[in-house]
């Protein structure tokens, strides 16, 4: 549905608003009036309106939503990571908040989701095409809250996200520092997307369907450049001194071995600033002190 009143700023509710959350949130407070939900709602950033309440408990969304919105931005992390937890709050939590929007229209609802419901562990390209059978019941919640939203009844799209690093993202560098990651050649291929260009891609696609043109229902939100384990390592060990490996250190990936083909989201127009694990390493690597 295309916004009607374009003299009014448009009304975005970001549901979720904690570090990925807030981020997309900034992104959008010049062109936009921007509502941050979330338990604590004196932690939004600056310039985005808190709404306190616990999606998990629709009780405390009575009465808290703003009357009329745009767009909703769904990007809640698990409070907890075993199975209930995810379920709460990729599906539960969605189910309580689109209950409360009631049948008031939507420009557009994004779901913030994760390229672990590729199960694929072949070394194989996977797009927005590629089937989606995640074998672990993490990605099998994140796909069940991927479903929830795009049957809402709400013109939907769904973001997967690969990893997000970045400097409030630091740990895989802090283990390749420490020699805690030692993987071993050929490597699980890695699929990784900087902390800028996750929320500034959401922010781009909200931008687009608040301007009136088509976006799709799905995006793999990565960056340019799939690349395995070891070679990301290695060149991490150029750039910087590292530990010499410890007994233990991890061998390889947590994500089987895919590679995430972005070509849909560089088709929509969005644009990286960092194409790749060099530009957004070697930027931390930089501010080490």
């Known amino acids: 549905m295309t916004r009607t009143d374009l003299n009014q700023p448009a009304q975005i509710l970001v549901a979720g608003c904690g570090k990925l959350g807030g981020a997309i949130a900034s992104a959008l407070t010049d062109n936009a009036k921007v509502y941050g939900l979330r338990r604590n709602p004196d932690r939004v950033p600056t310039g985005v309106t808190g709404i306190g309440a616990d999606l998990t408990q629709p009780e405390t969304l009575k009465d808290k939503l703003p009357e009329s919105l745009d767009v909703v931005i769904y990007c809640l992390t698990p409070s907890r990571y075993d199975e209930q937890g995810y379920h709460q709050a990729y599906v539960t939590g969605l189910q309580n908040l689109l209950k409360a929007i009631g049948n008031k229209p939507l420009t557009r609802l994004f779901f913030v989701s994760s390229t672990s419901v590729y199960a694929q562990d072949d070394d194989s390209w996977v797009d927005e095409t590629s089937p989606a059978e995640p074998d672990r019941f993490s990605g099998q919640q994140i796909l069940q809250g991927e479903q929830t939203a795009l049957n809402s009844g709400h013109p939907a799209t769904v973001v997967r996200f690969s990893g997000i690093y970045g400097p409030t993202r630091q740990r895989f560098l802090e283990e390749v520092l420490e020699g805690r990651m030692n993987p071993q050649p050929p490597a699980p291929y890695s699929n990784r997307i900087h902390e800028h260009d996750a929320a500034h891609a959401v922010a781009w696609l909200a931008q687009q369907a608040l301007a009136g043109h088509a976006i799709e229902n ?14 990301v390592v290695d060149w991490v060990r150029q750039q910087v ?3 010499a490996p410890v007994e233990g250190a991890r061998k390889g990936g947590r994500a089987g071995s895919k590679r995430c083909n972005n070509q849909r989201l560089l088709n929509s127009g969005f644009e990286f600033r960092y194409p790749d694990y060099k530009a957004g390493y070697l930027e931390m690597i930089s501010k080490l002190s």
Do not use: F, G, T, W
């Open 218 to 231: 799905l995006y793999i939100a990565s960056d340019c450049e799939p690349v395995r384990l070891d070679d």
């Open 241 to 243: 001194p590292c530990k």
